[in-house]
């Protein structure tokens, strides 16, 4: 055991990406000790973020567990030291489903864990879990603490060269506008991925959330530039103010400068009171106009005014107002075509991207898909009262080979939708709910009679079920399975889009509404799939 641990304290002096320091100490871990799957748990207010496991599916790095929601992970928090939780505890188990073990085993028979301490104060926690009845049972208690110790020194080291112990009041900070918008969402506003687009996003946002430019997030519908903009309130100074959001699309005109500026008693109709707008109520914070690109050049004219000097007039009134806002703003529209065009004016769209960020769509960030699939799942199990809710690998191969053209926003929804058809569906009902790709209804459902049975939800297809076309020399199982589950992905699109066309007498917008997409999305989508798009 000694001996095994050497490398791991020697690993404490040298320059290690932060990823490869946690997962060497896992390996270390489920090589010598009798489990199935390790987990390193960050502790984030009443959340524990799974930041590297071994031996559990891809999509728990995704998932956000509420401590309150799972008394285990309270009773192994509790400490002081490492903890066995026994075999026949009544106690559901957050992994169950998770475990990545014997074909069809789906229930943790086995766990165990211990704090991580950094100084007087719990960091997080490590966690231990086997699919066997009494796995661990001969396991020392020591072996673990000593994992424990040398996860905190790996978690210090990487706070000292990311200079965190420089920035703890610059934490403690973030810390208080991360648990303010938790409290407001339900869920902590965390960017979830680890992909090298997600990776560029998350520089980005580091590089401009300190100061106070001004910033425009682009990106297609349902990318998530609204948790961008959040994230960028949170890292920033201004993290202890408001962030105050405005959907300019549902803003009329005529509404306009009373709901940005506010209005005096009498200066409308209806006006019996004062009443302060979005812009006074950001003050010394963050406003967040999202759709900007839907505004009018006469709200635009109005806004710019404010931009340029801070100033504003509640309407009806001659005096002046002086605000300190930094104001980020959202767009899926290309605004410099805009400009060209003449809908967007050109003052206006220079003072709003003095830094332009893009978020990128799903379809670019690869396996993300499951991180964020993991963070929706986790979502829906606690919202239907589910003890597990778990994809088969049918599901997991279906979301990587859809293209995504609604983004998060579209994943959201089919996983909300799938857990209730799969929870609602024929059969008893059992306590740990496993999606295929038939609940996701992103490939078409086999012809009845077809030859051939459909796999276990644990099982992958045998090779002659998952590829019939000819595989090409060099070219590996996997690839060839994932080429054709494209095809007949898309080949699913075309069908539904062509369906939807035809039932809505060629009206894009109303094919795109009963598919859950935005138009330009679904134009976008179609001639991809090499359909005839709207205008041509």
């Not at 211990?114 to 490590?126: D, M």
Request: a neutral charge.
């Amino acid at each position: 055991m000694l001996q095994a641990l050497v490398p791991l304290v020697d690993d404490l002096t040298r320059e290690l990406p932060d990823g490869e320091r946690y997962r060497r100490l896992l390996q270390a871990m489920q090589a010598l000790l009798p489990c199935d799957a390790v987990a390193l748990l960050r502790l984030e207010g009443d959340w524990l973020v799974p930041l590297a496991v071994r031996g559990l599916s891809s999509d728990t790095l995704g998932r956000r567990f509420r401590i309150d929601e799972h008394p285990r992970f309270g009773l192994l928090l509790q400490g002081p030291g490492p903890r066995r939780i026994p075999a026949d505890s009544p106690l559901p188990d957050p992994y169950d489903g998770l475990v990545e073990g014997l074909e069809g085993q789906l229930e943790v028979h086995d766990c165990m864990g211990c704090p991580i301490q950094i100084g007087e104060k719990t960091w997080g926690l490590l966690t231990l879990d086997a699919l066997g009845r009494e796995r661990m049972s001969a396991l020392d208690l020591g072996d673990l603490q000593a994992f424990a110790s040398l996860a905190g020194a790996t978690v210090g080291v990487v706070q000292r060269m990311d200079g965190l112990a420089l920035r703890a009041e610059d934490e403690r900070r973030r810390a208080d506008s991360y648990r303010a918008l938790a409290a407001e969402k339900s869920l902590p506003p965390k960017l979830i991925g680890q992909s090298a687009a997600h990776r560029r996003l998350m520089e980005e946002i580091e590089i401009v959330s300190n100061s106070d430019l001004t910033v425009l997030l682009t990106g297609e519908t349902g990318v998530g530039k609204e948790l961008v903009a959040q994230a960028l309130h949170a890292a920033s100074a201004r993290a202890s103010r408001p962030l105050i959001s405005i959907n300019c699309a549902a803003l009329p005109d005529t509404l306009l400068e009373s709901e940005l500026f506010g209005h005096v008693r009498g200066a409308f109709s209806g006006a019996v009171a004062e009443r302060r707008g979005k812009f006074e109520l950001a003050d010394g914070g963050t406003l967040f106009l999202d759709e900007v690109g839907e505004l009018s050049l006469a709200a635009q004219a109005k806004l710019l005014r404010v931009l340029q000097g801070g100033q504003l007039q509640r309407l009806g009134s001659d005096r002046e107002h002086r605000v300190d806002v930094r104001v980020i703003a959202a767009t899926n529209r290309d605004l410099a075509e805009e400009v060209r065009a003449g809908r967007f004016r050109a003052d206006f769209y220079h003072r709003l991207s003095v830094y332009p960020l893009r978020v990128p769509p799903l379809r670019e960030r690869g396996h993300d898909v499951l991180l964020l699939a993991g963070n929706f799942l986790e979502q829906n199990r606690s919202r239907l009262g589910l003890r597990g809710l778990r994809l088969d690998y049918s599901a997991r191969a279906a979301l990587l080979a859809h293209d995504w053209p609604g983004n998060v926003r579209e994943l959201e929804h089919l996983l909300g939708r799938s857990a209730l058809k799969a929870v609602g569906g024929p059969g008893p009902r059992t306590r740990i709910v496993s999606l295929s790709a038939l609940h996701l209804d992103l490939l078409p459902l086999q012809e009845e009679g077809a030859a051939g049975v459909a796999p276990a939800p644990d099982e992958a297809p045998p090779a002659s079920q998952v590829s019939q076309a000819p595989q090409a020399p060099g070219v590996p199982p996997e690839a060839a399975a994932l080429q054709d589950l494209r095809t007949s992905t898309e080949a699913h699109q075309r069908q539904r889009i062509q369906a939807s066309l035809l039932q809505h007498r060629q009206n894009w917008a109303s094919a795109a509404r009963e598919l859950g997409l935005h138009r330009a999305n679904l134009v976008r989508l179609a001639k991809r799939l090499g359909l005839p798009a709207k205008g041509e």
